[in-house]
């Protein structure tokens, strides 16, 4: 630990960025030196638990319980006081000093927002040593700090990452698409205090009081967002395609007239939906499966399935799906391969999906075409890469003189 000399030279304007600081002792308070240090590095992963891979579905979460810290420290007594009690905190209002506690047994200060008890001789005074170090890995419960003035919230470190990424002209989906890091300051802080004996319970501290010091260390935390190259956005195109001018097997076309919500009768009716491709704009190595999401919505209650289009032949039809008005948005994914075509190696193929949908209300029979058609379009597009051939070795001829080859032929 620095000497009483020395450390009257360093101060306060250097507390919070020493590796380890240890105070001078006071008259009142029998602490004649108290130290803390953080050791290693110490980080936090956050990551995208949601299944559905729409920006507007990013659910961020840590993948951790807890915020390891490793450090260590100490405290020494005046030479006739013991050791009363260590306790560590996070994010504490203060960084250091002497703090009068009042009485009782457990010390505290307002403003943390989590300590932890590291020693206690509170019960033997008498039989306490007059120093104690610690070194210890504290873990701190990240939903115990997410909240308040000095809080630590890794999911709201990389949201506000992500309102600076847009404020600089970045998407939302660039953002959650890649890895990224920030760092955010914490403090790590000791307190201590020593007591001596005194006739019948022990007395904490002078005249009955808990006077004690607190000293801190800044910790540089980590938080590693990992990114979800899955994440896509709504297209701001869909919504503006109509319906193609051939399908074949068509249904007959969807009833017209009245209000058809006479008497509390509710049709079934699809009235917004989207087409996404997990990779709009593919390069590769074909044939390849690519995979598309279709969300959609509505009114009613019954069946529904819906139709890929393109050049006015389906390309893809769902199977039946259960729809009800009251689960709202819904979601279904399918999947499409690119052939394998030697005219196209090395060429952008730009291509056009159309979505269309079939609706049965429960007491029907049959599907009718949806009444809204103009739902949504998708552009995407393959560039399909030739794969290298690897050249085969030339046969290696086996020397007539060799004695391992003569040997094999017996």
Known sequence: MKSLTSLKKILAPVVLTLPILSLPAQADSWVK???????????????N????KSVQNVNLSPQTQDLTVSVSGGIDCDNNAHVHQGILQFNSESAWGKMNLGTGNNLNHPGSQYKQSIFDFTPALQNGP???NFNQNWKIPLAQVK????????????QDGLQAF?????????????????????????????GKAGNGPATWGINGLINAWMTSVTVPVMVNYQGDPGIFALNAQLGNSGFPNTVKAQPKNPPSGPNQFENGYNPLVITDASLQAHNPQYRGQCPKDLNFVVRYRGTGKGMVRYHIVENGKTVHTSAPLPYDNKFGWR?????FEIPTDQQQYNKTVNRKFRLLFEVKED????????????????????????????????????NSKSSPARALNH
């Not at 638990?49 to 559905?52: D, E, R, V, Y």
């Open 331 to 335: 979601q279904n994914q399918f999947s």
């Open 130 to 132: 007059n120093s104690k």
């Open 49 to 52: 638990m949601s299944a559905n």
């Open 33 to 47: 030196n108290i130290s803390i240090s953080k050791d290693g590095i110490v980080a936090v992963s956050v990551k």
């Open 147 to 158: 909240q308040g003035n000095n809080s630590f919230d890794p999911v709201k470190i990389v």
């Open 363 to 398: 007491d029907k029979n049959t599907y009718n075409w949806n009444q809204n058609t103009q739902l949504g379009s998708l552009n995407w597009s393959h560039h399909c890469q030739a794969q290298a051939i690897v050249p085969t070795a030339p046969a290696i001829r086996a």
């Open 166 to 194: 847009q404020n600089n002209g970045g998407s939302a989906v660039d953002f959650y698409r890649k890895n990224r890091s920030f760092s955010k300051d914490v403090r790590i802080s000791l307190i201590g205090s020593c």
